[in-house]
């Protein structure tokens, strides 16, 4: 079961905004990738396109998006025109890839670029520019889940200081199930909604946050 932040109608036009928001910030601005890529992954601006905000996915263009980030974190930069080539570069491809595993995966651009920095995405450009993008998403999801091994339940659980057992009693779901979930041995995807929502409740996140990505 996935769950997407928003309908998939908007998914290329989000991909163009991003794909020439890196454009700009590389190749006009002069930014180095992973500048721009940290400023990206922190802002509130990338949270609301993540999320789905019209705003951010479709009502602006991409070097207008670029500026809002780079506003946003207080990143130096030197102001140019809106420049937007036919011609797209493996700059514009990065973003663009970027944007579609964002939502695919629904995982943050914080989650994303700490594990797989904007300029190593830019050097995927080569052997994957031509290939369906779902193969990207492998890649990327492949590399995701080598640097985070844990279940999104045990990290959030550890994250909040609780023992399994705690857990447990805080959110009246048997201990054995949670151990489950957190060996991968049951598939917190397809338990009940109800479970998921208890669990969420009790560690304050999103019943979403806890689901693993496909």
């Keep these: 079961m996935a769950i997407r932040a928003y309908a998939e109608d908007y998914l290329p036009g989000a991909q163009r905004v991003l794909g020439d928001a890196v454009d700009f910030a590389v190749m006009t601005l002069g930014l180095e990738p992973d500048t721009f890529g940290a400023a990206l992954a922190v802002s509130d601006v990338g949270r609301q396109f993540a999320s789905g905000n019209p705003k951010y996915v479709a009502g602006m263009n991409g070097c207008e998006f670029a500026r809002l980030v780079l506003s946003e974190t207080g990143t130096p930069f030197t102001d140019h025109e809106d420049v937007m080539f036919l011609e797209k570069s493996p700059e514009y491809w990065a973003g663009w890839a970027l944007a579609y595993y964002q939502w695919h995966s629904g995982c943050s651009f914080m989650e994303i670029l700490n594990t797989v920095p904007l300029d190593s995405i830019i050097c995927m450009y080569p052997t994957y520019h031509e290939m369906d993008i779902r193969q990207f998403a492998d890649t990327i999801q492949e590399r995701m889940k080598a640097a985070h091994p844990h279940t999104k339940l045990r990290m959030r659980r550890e994250n909040c200081g609780m023992s399994q057992s705690e857990l447990a009693a805080e959110a009246d779901v048997p201990l054995r199930q949670i151990q489950l979930f957190e060996q991968r ?30």
């Excluded at 917190?188 to 990505?213: P, Y």
């Design 185 to 214: 041995q049951r598939n917190i995807n397809m338990t009940a909604a109800e479970t998921l929502l208890k669990l969420s409740k009790a560690l304050c996140c999103r019943m979403e946050d806890l689901m693993e990505k496909d």
